[in-house]
């Protein structure tokens, strides 16, 4: 991948659109990535990201999983050589991908995620949308198929941010784009019509102060779809892990669903709902030749599953939709 291309594939993306207005803000808050990654794993997935197979015509098909359709153009050698490249870009976590007939079993179905988020949306048909924190992008790939005409993925990862070029690479007049960037580096745009954070809260040390960052992004009238690590309790009920929380380090505030829709209306959000909720699963979440390190199952106490190994009260996930005026 080119240096510039993915920028300047962004840029022009948002000529004539309101975005526009921000063009040499952009360039300044982009202009760092490549030398912000350390230089051995840049140079890696630069170059293996060149290894993957040269092949015209590709069609993207979107299912459950998100797949490259290439015709069989590739020989068993041609697959057996990419299945050893894409694996240069493990942790494989979100997903599931197909590449030209390669099943990346990733370690969570983000599709089942994604289905219990689809029934609560607004109409994505022509709509601006924003992903926050999309990690491989998996689910920039559901918004397009449900036909949102310009979508925006913001994530500070970089590998994730090559993963998600292991596919846009071959798909270059599409409209879906991928900034290596965290939402509070965003300018206040108040442009997407709907705007996701799903999966990010609870990473975030100040969650007031992000919400405002979602607030931000939002027009008028539009809608936030936020999934999140929540808590049973009342309105009063918000844990703070002493240290880890199913083994992740960044995990700061996981709120009742009570707490979280004050938190939500504090802000300033309107019609604010929690529509789904769900215990997560290890079904959902596992080890595969794609993340082949730990996962929930090592995660949960292997005497009684409802709590984490620290003994706090295993993941559960609730989806809110709210609006603004
Ligand atoms: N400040 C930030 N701004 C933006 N993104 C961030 C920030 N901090 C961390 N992230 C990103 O948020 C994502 C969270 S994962 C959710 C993926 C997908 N949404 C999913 O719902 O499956 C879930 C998890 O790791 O628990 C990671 O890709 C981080 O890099």
């Known amino acids: 991948m080119q240096s510039m291309s993915w920028r300047s ?25 490549e030398a912000s990654v ?27 999983s998100v797949s490259l359709n290439a015709n069989n153009a590739l020989t068993a050698g ?45 109409n994505l048909a ?9 990690g491989s992008g998996y689910h920039l790939f559901r918004m397009h198929d449900a036909q949102a005409s310009q979508i925006i993925g913001v994530d500070p990862t970089a590998l994730f941010f090559f993963q998600f070029h292991c596919f846009k690479q071959y798909l270059p007049s599409l409209n879906v784009h991928y900034l290596p960037i965290g939402i509070e580096a965003m300018p206040t745009t ?7 954070s799903m999966g990010v809260l609870y990473h975030r040390q100040d969650p007031i102060k992000f919400l405002r960052e979602l607030k931000d992004q939002l027009c008028s009238g539009g809608q936030l779809v936020l999934e999140t ?4 309790g009342d309105e009063n009920t918000v844990l703070m892990p002493k240290g880890r929380y199913a083994q992740m380090r960044n995990v700061w505030f996981l709120p009742s669903v009570d707490a979280l829709i004050i938190w939500l209306q504090r802000v300033g959000f309107k019609n604010v709902k929690c529509v789904d909720i769900d215990c ?11 993340m082949e390190t730990h996962s929930l199952i090592d995660f949960l106490d292997s005497e009684n599953m409802t709590k984490t190994i620290e003994g706090y009260p295993a993941p559960k996930r609730a989806v809110l939709t709210a609006s603004v005026s």
Not at 9 to 33: G, H
Not at 49 to 61: A, F
Not at 229 to 232: G, K, S
Request: overall charge neutral.
């Open 126 to 134: 022509g709509k601006k949308v924003l992903d926050v924190g999309c």
């Open 38 to 64: 350390p230089a051995k794993d840049l140079n890696r997935w630069q170059r293996q990201l060149g290894q993957l197979p040269k092949v015209e015509n590709i069609e993207l098909i979107v299912g459950d």
């Open 78 to 122: 041609d697959i057996a050589k990419t299945i050893s490249v894409l694996k240069n870009f493990m942790p494989w976590r979100k997903g599931p991908f197909n590449f030209m007939s390669i099943n990346i079993d990733t370690e969570w179905r983000s599709d089942w995620k994604w289905n219990r988020v689809l029934p609560h949306l607004q």
């Open 190 to 196: 108040n442009y997407f019509d709907t705007v996701f």
């Open 280 to 290: 997560t699963s290890i079904e959902e979440q596992r080890a595969t030749p794609w």
């Open 229 to 232: 690590l929540v808590i049973d």
């Open 9 to 33: 594939a962004f840029y022009n993306s948002i000529v004539n659109t309101k975005l526009e207005l921000y063009i040499a803000e952009f360039a300044i808050i982009l202009k760092d990535f």
